[in-house]
């Protein structure tokens, strides 16, 4: 089974780039989400938003409640290597405290999140706020990288497995038949829509 970080109140974690399989580095990757079914299905070709607004447009916007936003980070927290996600809160205080890093500079810079998480309450429930949460610098065991073919090594012997596996698993294409039977077809419509639409522009 697949643990991935939870954020708790007074964590110190160190954001690492991602590795991705094509041996190219990102600091973060944002996909769509739903929970549907008992279940969460990830989203990185912009459909769940494209449904959104069109489920809104013919009133069905109760059909949309479970839609949102999730961004994924490679962290290190408490000696262990994990990947943690996020909601818009952590991310904008993450991309505020890290702009214009290099991907050597996440690797081997002492810059860490703090969280701070709290509780507001709001429609008869409490939930989870990290308005408090900040970047500090803090001290630790980073690698002596100098080179990409470095960086890759050190990130493939500590980075758990590829991401992309996992949204690739659960994802849109992976669950079109819950999908297109709450959503009415939806997805395999704007799917179509899509492929149509690139064989139009090569002239097919």
Same mark, same amino acid.
């Given at each position: 089974?697949?643990?991935?970080?939870?954020?708790?109140?007074?964590?110190?974690?160190?954001?690492?780039?991602?590795?991705?399989?094509?041996?190219?580095?990102?600091?973060?990757?944002?996909?769509?989400?739903?929970?549907?079914?008992?279940?969460?299905?990830?989203?990185?070709?912009?459909?769940?938003?494209?449904?959104?607004?069109?489920?809104?447009?013919?009133?069905?916007?109760?059909?949309?409640?479970?839609?949102?936003?999730?961004?994924?980070?490679?962290?290190?927290?408490?000696? *262990?290597?994990?990947?943690?996600?996020?909601?818009?809160?952590?991310?904008?205080?993450?991309? *505020?405290?890290?702009?214009?890093?290099?991907?050597?500079?996440?690797?081997?810079?002492?810059?860490?999140?703090?969280?701070?998480?709290?509780?507001?309450?709001?429609?008869?429930?409490?939930?989870?706020?990290?308005?408090?949460?900040?970047?500090?610098?803090?001290?630790?065991?980073?690698?002596?990288?100098?080179?990409?073919?470095?960086?890759?090594?050190?990130?493939?012997?500590?980075?758990?497995?590829?991401?992309?596996?996992?949204? *690739?698993?659960?994802?849109?294409?992976?669950?079109?038949?819950?999908?297109? *039977?709450?959503?009415?077809?939806?997805?395999?419509?704007?799917?179509?829509?899509?492929?149509?639409?690139?064989?139009?522009?090569?002239?097919?």
């Amino acid at each position: 089974m697949i643990e991935f970080y939870k954020p708790e109140d007074g964590d110190i974690v160190k954001i690492l780039p991602i590795l991705r399989k094509d041996g190219t580095f990102c600091p973060l990757i944002k996909t769509g989400f739903v929970y549907l079914d008992g279940r969460f299905i990830y989203d990185q070709s912009n459909y769940l938003k494209r449904i959104w607004y069109n489920e809104r447009f013919v009133n069905k916007s109760n059909k949309t409640s479970n839609i949102g936003e999730r961004f994924w980070f490679f962290v290190l927290i408490n000696g *262990e290597f994990k990947f943690m996600q996020t909601g818009k809160k952590i991310t904008d205080i993450i991309k *505020e405290g890290l702009q214009n890093r290099s991907i050597g500079s996440l690797l081997t810079g002492d810059l860490h999140l703090k969280i701070k998480k709290g509780f507001v309450n709001g429609m008869g429930n409490s939930f989870p706020n990290f308005d408090g949460s900040s970047i500090v610098e803090n001290k630790w065991n980073s690698p002596n990288i100098s080179t990409t073919k470095d960086a890759v090594e050190w990130t493939m012997n500590n980075q758990p497995f590829y991401i992309e596996n996992f949204l *690739e698993k659960n994802s849109v294409f992976s669950n079109l038949k819950i999908l297109n *039977e709450y959503y009415d077809n939806a997805f395999s419509d704007l799917i179509a829509e899509d492929r149509n639409k690139k064989l139009e522009y090569i002239g097919i």
